[in-house]
C-alpha cells in the first residue's frame, strides 16, 4: 500500500476533537477509499490536559502550532483553530511555505487573507481546501467547483448561519420575543464569544465572499458584503411576515450584474411554502443557480462536531487521493478583481414604521414614497396603543436605493416614533 497521509491538526476543540474521532474509528474504511492509509503524527492545543473525549496519546504534542506546520512528519496541516489573524494566519503561511497543503475550516481567515493565502500556495505547489469553512457538513464549496463546474453560475444564495435561522425559527414556533430567544441560544451555546458574529450577519458574510469567489471567478472581498443583522427583528415582524405568506430568514445572495458584482447578507421574506420558507431550526440551506442546470437546492447540519469534522475528512480524503484544485476553483492570479455593486435588483420591500398618532402622518409617509418613486402595493395599520400608530407597508417592485431615498426623507419627520425596519422579499 502507498505510503500514508499525515496530518498535523492545529486546534482541538469540538471540530478537531471530531476529525480525530473519524480518523482512529474509521481506518480502515479511510485507507481503502482513499487508496493509502491516513494518520494522525502531530497535535497542537492550547490545553493538554483538557479531556477531549478522545485518546492523544499516540500523537506528538506541539505546543505552537507554526512548529506543527513546520514538522516533516505532518503532510497535511488541517488549521482549526480560528481566527482571522494570529496563530491561525501565522501556522497557515508556514505550513505553505513549508510545502504542506491546507485543510481549514476557518471561514475569517480566508475571507480577509484567502486571496494571498491562495496565491502563495499557488506558487508553493500547495493547495488549500475549505469545505468545512462554510455551512458546516453540506458540500457546497465541491458542488460549485467540481459537480457545477461546467456551469456559468448566476446566482448564490442561502441560509449560512444556524444560530441565526434557530433565533427566527424559535421566534416563529414558540410566540417569543427576540431577546429572550437570543438569550436561549446563548444558554444552549449556540452563539459565538462574540455574539455579532452570528446576529450580526458577520459569520455567514465571510461565507458568502468566499462562495462569491469561486461562483464568480473573483478576488474575495468580504468588504464589499453589505451587512444586516437580525436584531431588529421583532415577534410582530415574524407574525406579520406569515400573515402575508412569508417567513424572516437571514439571507446571503450573490450574482453577477451588469454594474458589478452583488453582494449582501441581510433578513428577507422568502415564501412560507419555498424550500428556504421551510428551514427549521440550525439547519442550513445553499442554492446554487447556474445556466445548464438551472437550480440546485443543498440543505443540511450547517455546524457541530459530526456534520464540520465530515466536511473536513472530505477535504483531507482529496488530497489522499491525489485530487488538486486551485483554492477557489480557478488559479489565483487568474481571479479578476469585481467592482463592487448595491443591490440594483428591483424587489418587492416589507416596511415596518411606527408613526405618532397624529392627522396627516400617513399622508406624509405616502407622499415621501410617492417622491422616492416607490409604489404602495398593500398598506394596513395594526392595533396600536393611544400615542404611536404601526403601519406595515409592502411596496411594488423597487430598488433599494429610491427606498432609502424615501426612508431618508422621512427620518425628517416628526411623526417617525421608531426607526423604520425594511426587509426585502426575496422571491425563491
Not at 318 to 337: C, E, K, N, Y
Request: aromatic letters at 4%.
Amino acid at each position: 500500500m502507498s505510503q500514508p497521509l499525515r496530518l498535523g491538526i492545529a486546534g482541538l476543540g469540538t471540530v478537531g476533537a471530531g476529525v480525530v474521532k473519524i480518523v482512529r474509528q474509521k481506518a480502515n474504511l479511510l485507507a481503502a477509499r482513499a487508496g493509502r492509509p491516513v494518520e494522525i503524527t502531530a497535535v497542537c492545543a492550547r490545553s493538554r490536559d483538557k479531556d477531549r473525549g478522545v485518546n492523544l496519546s499516540h500523537y506528538a504534542w506541539e505546543d505552537d502550532p507554526v512548529t506543527l506546520a513546520r514538522r516533516d512528519d505532518v503532510d497535511v496541516f488541517v488549521e482549526l483553530m480560528g481566527g482571522s489573524d494570529g496563530p491561525a494566519k501565522a501556522a497557515t503561511e508556514a505550513a505553505i511555505a513549508a510545502g504542506k497543503d491546507v485543510v481549514t475550516a476557518n471561514k475569517a481567515l480566508l475571507a480577509h487573507h484567502g486571496h494571498a493565502l491562495a496565491l502563495a500556495a499557488e506558487d508553493a505547489g500547495s493547495v488549500i481546501r475549505f469545505e468545512a469553512a462554510v455551512a458546516g457538513g453540506i458540500p457546497v464549496i465541491k458542488a460549485l467547483t467540481e459537480g457545477l463546474a461546467g456551469n456559468e453560475i448566476t446566482r448564490v444564495m442561502g441560509v449560512m448561519n444556524g444560530t441565526c435561522n434557530y433565533i427566527l425559527t424559535r421566534m416563529q414556533s414558540a410566540g417569543l420575543p427576540y431577546a429572550e430567544v437570543f438569550e436561549e441560544a446563548n444558554q444552549l451555546g449556540y452563539l459565538e464569544a462574540d455574539p455579532t458574529l452570528d446576529v450580526g450577519g458577520i459569520d455567514a458574510g465571510h461565507k458568502l465572499a468566499l462562495l462569491a469567489s469561486i461562483a464568480f471567478g473573483t478576488q474575495v472581498d468580504f468588504d464589499a458584503v453589505e451587512l444586516e443583522g437580525i436584531e431588529q427583528i421583532t415577534i410582530g415582524d415574524i407574525h406579520h411576515a406569515a400573515d402575508l405568506g412569508f417567513r424572516i430568514k437571514l439571507l446571503g445572495v450573490c450574482q453577477m450584474t451588469g454594474r458589478g458584482l452583488e453582494q449582501r447578507m441581510s433578513p428577507c421574506l422568502v415564501p412560507a411554502e419555498s424550500p428556504l420558507g421551510q428551514l427549521e431550526g440550525g439547519t442550513n440551506m445553499c442554492v446554487l443557480e447556474g445556466d445548464s442546470v438551472e437550480q440546485i437546492v443543498l440543505r443540511g447540519p450547517g455546524a457541530g462536531e459530526g456534520p464540520t469534522a465530515s466536511a473536513v475528512m472530505g477535504d483531507v480524503m482529496d488530497i489522499a487521493r491525489g485530487l488538486r484544485i486551485p483554492t477557489f476553483g480557478i488559479p489565483a492570479s487568474s481571479l479578476a478583481q469585481a467592482k463592487p455593486a448595491k443591490a440594483v435588483t428591483p424587489a418587492a420591500y416589507y416596511l415596518r414604521l411606527t408613526l405618532e398618532d397624529k392627522p396627516g402622518a400617513l399622508a406624509k409617509v405616502a407622499t415621501a414614497l410617492g417622491e422616492a418613486g416607490v409604489s404602495i402595493n398593500r398598506m394596513r395599520q395594526v392595533r396600536h396603543d393611544k400615542t404611536t400608530a404601526p403601519v406595515l407597508i409592502v411596496t411594488h417592485k423597487t430598488t433599494r436605493a429610491a427606498l432609502d431615498d424615501a426612508l431618508a426623507q422621512m427620518a425628517g419627520f416628526d411623526v417617525i416614533a421608531e426607526p423604520p425596519v425594511a426587509l426585502r422579499i426575496e422571491m425563491v
